[in-house]
C-alpha cells in the first residue's frame, strides 16, 4: 500500500530501495526552508543496519504487509534468537541485531510475537511490559524517604534497572522492555 | 493529545528560567528594549512554510476571526519602522501542522531581536556575547577561564564560530560543488544521481531535503557552534541579498546538529518586499493553508521604510535544553502535552 511518507509510524514496514526497513522513529520536521519533511531511523530488516533517513512529507512510500505469530522463546546464542511456533512446533531464527535492547528482558519460555515476511522472522513486536523477578538489590535505608528516589536492581534476566527503594529481592516487577522504565510492583 | 504533570522535571525547568531570565539581562544591558505583545492578531504576514491556529472572537452576534501570531514579526517590524530602535521579544509563539517531537512544539518561547544600523555578522557578534554570557550565569566556565558545555558526549566552546558558507557545506557534506548548487537543472541532475526523488518537488523542497539528510547533522559538531550563513536567494525569504545577486544575507547556528536560530539583514527595498510576500501569499492559496488577512499595517510599515537592521530568531527551549544537555525539550517542562 502507498501512504504519504507525513503519516509514517514507528513500528511500520516499509520497502525503500528494493529492501524491506522497520521504521525505528519518525518524526514530522518542518526545516523552514521547504516543505515540511519526515526524519525517520529505518532498519534493514535483513541486516539490522540502521539508517536515517528525511523522506518529503508528501513523498508516496510503499508500505508492506507482515504477519505477526504467537511464538515461544527457546533460547539466544551470540547471534541469534530461537523461537518455536506452537502450531507447528517449527523452529525460527531471528537475528539478535533485529531485536536491539530489548533482549535483555526477554524470558526463556515466554511468548512473544514475531514477524514474519516470506515466512522469514524479520522482527519481533516489544510487548508493551514484562514481568521479571528482582534477583539481586539492596536494602532500602531506613528513614530514607525522599520521594522518587530510585536505586539498581538486576532482573532475573541479567537486566539492570532503577526502581524505587521500597522494592525487595524475590518480587516481580513490570518494566517496559523499550525504555527499560520500572512500572509496578507484581504478585504472581 | 494528553496532558502530563512532569514534577520530575523541576531541575531542568529552574535552569530553563535562568537561561530566560539571563537573556532578559544580557538584551537589558545592551541597550535593547523588551516589547510585550498580543499572540491572537487579526491578520498576519504571509508565509507559505508554516501553518497557522485560527479562532475566533464572539460577541452576541458579531464573529471575528483571530489567529496566533507564528512569530512576533508583524509587529516587531511595524516599531521598527516608527523608529522603536533595538528591540526583542521573548515570548510564546504558535505553529500549527508541527507535531510535537523532541525539538517542536506547535506552541514555544521564541526570542526575536533586532538591532538596527547592523547586519546579520553583527548579530553573529551580539549572539556569541549572548551564549558567553548564558554559560558565565550557569556556571559553565573551566578553570581556564574557557566557556564551554557539554552536549551528548562533546565538549562546545563558546570561544568562536565555526563559520562555513552554505556552499561550502554542500561541497563538503553532500559533494555538490557552487555550480551545481545554484543551477536549478544542474542541481536536479546531481539530486537524482543521489538518489533523491525529484518528482513533483521544488528546488527548495529537494535542498531541504539534502540539508536535512547530509548537512544539518554535521553543523555544531566540531567543538564549537556553527554558523553556517549565504543561504541561496531562493532562501532568502525576507532577507537581503549580497552583492553576488546569488544569495542572501542569512545564516542559521548550530548545535550539535541542533537549528537553534535563524537570522537575515532585513530586506528594506519596498518593491522587492512587495514581490516575495506576494509569492508566499500565493504559496499559500495553493498549498491550500488557513486563509488569514495580511496585515496591511504591516505592508505600510514596509512602505514608509523599514529602517537598516538585522534580526534573528531563536527557540529558547531548544537553547536551554543545550545547555541542560537534554534530548528532547520536553523535559524541560513542568506541564508536556503531546
Known amino acids: 500500500m502507498m501512504i504519504n511518507a507525513g503519516n509514517l509510524k514507528k513500528g511500520e514496514f516499509i520497502r525503500y530501495q528494493n529492501e524491506i526497513w522497520q521504521v525505528q522513529k519518525a518524526d514530522f520536521y518542518s526545516p523552514g526552508k521547504g516543505s515540511a519533511l519526515m526524519k525517520a531511523r529505518i532498519k534493514n530488516v535483513l541486516s539490522g543496519k540502521n539508517v536515517e533517513y528525511a523522506f518529503k512529507s508528501g513523498e508516496g512510500i510503499e508500505t508492506v504487509e507482515v504477519q505477526s505469530i504467537e511464538m515461544q522463546y527457546l533460547y539466544k546464542d551470540a547471534e541469534n534468537l530461537y523461537f518455536m511456533n506452537e502450531q507447528n512446533y517449527e523452529q525460527y531464527t531471528l537475528l539478535l541485531s533485529l531485536v536491539g535492547d530489548i533482549v535483555k528482558f526477554l524470558k526463556d519460555g515466554d511468548k512473544y510475537y514475531v514477524y514474519l515476511y516470506d515466512d522469514k522472522p524479520i522482527s519481533m513486536r516489544p510487548p508493551a511490559s514484562v514481568k521479571l523477578k528482582v534477583v539481586e538489590t ?51 | 493529545m494528553k496532558i502530563t504533570t512532569n514534577v520530575e522535571n ?124 548564558i554559560c558565565i550565569k550557569l556556571n559553565r566556565i573551566t578553570d581556564t577561564g574557557e566557556k564551554t558545555i557539554i552536549y551528548g558526549n ?43 526523488n525529484i518528482k513533483q518537488s521544488s528546488y527548495t523542497d529537494i535542498f531541504s531535503q539534502i540539508y536535512v539528510q547530509e548537512i544539518e547533522p554535521s553543523l555544531g559538531q566540531n567543538g564549537y557552534p556553527t554558523l553556517i550563513y549565504n543561504y541561496p536567494k531562493k532562501m532568502a525569504a525576507l532577507a537581503k541579498l549580497n552583492s553576488d545577486n546569488q544569495t542572501a544575507q542569512r545564516f542559521e547556528f548550530y548545535i550539535g546538529g541542533i537549528e537553534l536560530g535563524d537570522c537575515y539583514t532585513e530586506l528594506t527595498q519596498w518593491k522587492e518586499q512587495q514581490n516575495r510576500l506576494m509569492a508566499e501569499s500565493k504559496e499559500r492559496s495553493q498549498q491550500k493553508k488557513i486563509k488569514h488577512p495580511i496585515d496591511k499595517g504591516f505592508i505600510q510599515a514596509l512602505q514608509y521604510g523599514l529602517t537598516d537592521c538585522a534580526g534573528i530568531a531563536i527557540g529558547v527551549e531548544r537553547l536551554a535544553m543545550i545547555y541542560a544537555n537534554l534530548d528532547t525539550i520536553s523535559k524541560l517542562k513542568l506541564i508536556n502535552i503531546d
Not at chain 1, 147 to 155: I, N, R, T, V
Not at chain 1, 159 to 186: H, I
Not at chain 2, 97 to 126: C, G, Q, R, W
Not at chain 2, 164 to 186: H, K, M
Open chain 1, 138 to 188: 539492596e536494602d532500602a535505608v531506613k528513614g530514607d524517604t525522599v520521594s522518587g528516589a530510585k536505586k539498581q536492581a538486576k532482573l532475573e534476566t541479567g537486566a539492570v534497572v532503577m526502581v524505587p527503594l521500597f522494592v525487595k529481592v524475590g518480587e516481580t516487577v513490570t518494566v517496559n522492555p523499550e525504555t527499560g522504565e520500572y512500572g509496578e510492583r507484581v504478585k504472581i
Open chain 2, 154 to 196: 562533546k565538549k562546545i566552546s563558546f570561544t568562536q564560530w565555526e563559520k562555513i558558507s552554505v556552499a561550502e557545506a554542500f561541497d563538503r557534506y553532500a559533494q555538490i560543488n557552487s555550480n551545481e548548487l545554484f543551477d536549478e537543472d544542474l542541481f536536479f541532475k546531481k539530486a537524482e544521481s543521489k538518489g533523491y
Open chain 2, 10 to 133: 523541576l531541575n531542568n525547568y529552574q535552569l530553563y528560567l535562568k537561561v530566560e531570565e539571563t537573556i532578559h539581562e544580557f538584551l537589558k544591558t545592551r541597550g535593547y528594549l523588551k516589547i510585550e505583545l498580543p499572540v491572537l492578531s487579526p491578520a498576519l504576514i504571509p508565509e507559505s512554510y508554516l501553518e497557522v491556529f485560527k479562532t475566533e472572537f464572539r460577541y452576541l452576534n458579531e464573529k471575528e476571526n483571530l489567529f496566533l501570531t507564528p512569530s512576533p514579526e508583524l509587529f516587531l517590524k511595524r516599531l521598527l519602522a516608527y523608529g522603536i530602535g533595538d528591540c526583542y521579544y521573548l515570548g510564546k509563539s504558535f505553529r500549527n501542522s508541527d507535531p510535537p517531537s523532541s525539538l517542536h512544539s506547535f506552541e514555544f518561547t521564541m526570542l526575536e531581536f533586532y538591532k538596527v544600523k547592523a547586519n546579520y555578522l553583527d548579530i553573529a557578534d551580539e549572539l556569541l556575547g549572548l551564549l558567553n554570557y
